[in-house]
């Protein structure tokens, strides 16, 4: 069972990029079973997909945000990182680091436990 | 862009089955899938491919898909089952969440 925590700062300011974390436990971020993703949810709100890479390195993106959002892998550290830049208060959620099926329901089977990160001066 | 549709809430009494819908043009062409999110907590999967259940998932927890609507099915609800239900599919290589229902065991 593969084992995602998230990691970064809790507070972002206005305008300033957003960098998150996802350490990989359990799994490869080198293999082909999965795709790796990211998630987040607004306090109180619904889940957004924002997009994921895959182990080729290959990149699909929400394109709601794909102008600021940059996903990548380092396999040697097994984790694989998210950058959300000039980020405004609509930017404050739950982010949640994810694993996505290969399959062609892109279904997300494993869920890190999230982290708030908060937008403010 | 594509648009997934629950309604905001549902109600159910213990023992009683309940049924949340998740419309979108389509959709029968399309999987789906469905996520219980309980308060704080992170979402699991409940059903992938229309139907399919993950392990470990009661086998009160059913799905179907067709036409312009899936629908997530609890036989037997339990206190247990009240959270919030998203559904999900893929389209366009993108990843769309319904905006989720509020399940509410009574």
């Known amino acids: 069972q593969v084992q995602l925590q998230e990691s970064g700062p809790g507070l972002v300011k206005p305008s300033e990029t957003l960098s998150l974390t996802c350490t990989v436990s359990?799994?490869?971020?080198?293999?082909?079973?999965?795709?790796w993703s990211w998630i987040r949810q607004p306090p109180g709100k619904g889940l957004e997909w924002i997009g994921y890479i895959s182990y080729s390195r290959s990149t699909i993106y929400n394109p709601s945000l794909k102008s600021r959002v940059t996903i990548s892998v380092d396999a040697s550290k097994n984790q694989f990182t998210l950058k959300l830049s000039s980020v405004t208060a609509a930017d404050t959620a739950v982010y949640y680091c994810?694993?996505?099926?290969?399959?062609?329901?892109?279904?997300?089977?494993?869920w890190g436990q999230g982290t708030l990160v908060t937008v403010s001066s | 862009s594509y648009e997934l549709t629950q309604p905001p809430s549902v109600s159910v009494s213990p023992g009683q089955t309940a049924s949340i819908t998740c419309s979108g043009d389509?959709?029968?062409?399309?999987?789906a899938s469905w996520y219980q999110q309980k308060p704080g907590q992170s979402p699991v999967l409940v059903i992938y491919?229309?139907?399919k259940r993950p392990s470990g998932i009661p086998e009160r927890f059913s799905g179907s898909n067709s036409g312009s609507t899936a629908t997530l099915t609890i036989s037997g609800t339990q206190a247990m089952d009240e959270a919030d239900y998203y559904c999900q599919t893929w389209d366009t290589s993108t990843v769309i969440f319904g905006g989720g229902t509020k399940m509410t065991v009574l």
């Open positions: 359990g799994g490869s971020v080198s293999s082909g079973s999965y795709y």
């Open positions: 994810a694993t996505q099926g290969a399959g062609s329901s892109r279904q997300v089977v494993n």
């Open positions: 491919q229309d139907n």
């Open positions: 389509k959709l029968g062409d399309k999987y």
